[in-house]
């Protein structure tokens, strides 16, 4: 049975000192909680580092600031926090949660001098999905990912994820591991937390046109990896029904890393050489030995 994510033993950094995990705690009338003023990052260490560290705490000031909310450490400090957490943890290869959030000085939908807090915490992660690469069966969500003219869609924001949530628990309770979102005007998205490639016929990789949904750090370095082999690359809107023409689908992010895809909904594929050269080239770049000065940076 999984450990309780309320105690567990160590400490969480939180605005600035080493907390005991038991009580790294916030108020129930949290601005956070009612309004879902929070934004965070899932980032994961490998081997004891961290990867792409920077790149995930840029992209949480980032959405700090689009959610109004001045982050209250640097990206350098954040950096330093992660780094040291993760030391203090002991573990080598772990995920990180940071995450920034308006406390509970006022209560209302507005909220202009509640304090922003921050903390890291850092837990041992398994695989996502077990047997990888037999590939994941999903089915499509009822929800979908929301107009940018409603949403600030590129920010990892909490209230972002109730309908992936939603999703999520649909799927797994008839038997799915995750489910497939289409966006606002019915082209394919993306998972409930992970982005999504597929091999089509032309024998290029294509991937949905992030306009309306976040743009994954994974995502980003998995086309990179996938140029450098030579395979081209096609982001674009996507409409469900090409999925018939798809051989390999895989899912892209922190948490899933590169996931193939056996099912979703009607359509059926079968994880192939691409997505096996994909994950293997992710595994050995997330764990790629940095020279020291870079890492002592």
Known sequence: MEMSYDDRPGDIWMNGEMVPWKNAQVHVLSHAMHYASAVFEGIRAYDGRIFKLTEHNERLAAGAASMDMKMPYSVAEMDTACQQVLKSQGFSDAYLRPIIWRGSEMMGVSAQTTRINAAVAVWEWPAYFADRMSGIRMKWAKWRRPD??????????????????????????????????????????????????????????????????????????????????????????IKPEELAGASEVFLTGTAVEVTPVREIGEYSFTPGDVTKTLMDDYDAEVRREVPATLNAA
């Not at 005007?185 to 949905?208: C, Q, S, V, W």
């Not at 046109?209 to 743009?215: N, S, V, Y």
């Not at 994974?218 to 674009?236: F, N, P, S």
């Open 148 to 237: 940018p003219a409603t949403i600030p869609c590129q920010t990892k924001a909490a209230g972002l994820y109730m309908i992936c949530t939603l999703s999520k628990h649909n799927a797994e309770g008839e038997g799915y591991a995750d489910a497939l979102m289409l966006d606002y005007r019915g082209y394919i998205a993306e998972a409930t937390g992970a982005n999504i490639f597929m091999l089509l016929e032309d024998g290029k990789l294509h991937t949905p046109e992030p306009d309306c949904f976040l743009d994954g750090i994974t995502k980003r370095t998995v086309m990179a990896l996938a140029r450098a082999r030579g395979y081209e690359i096609v982001q674009r809107h």
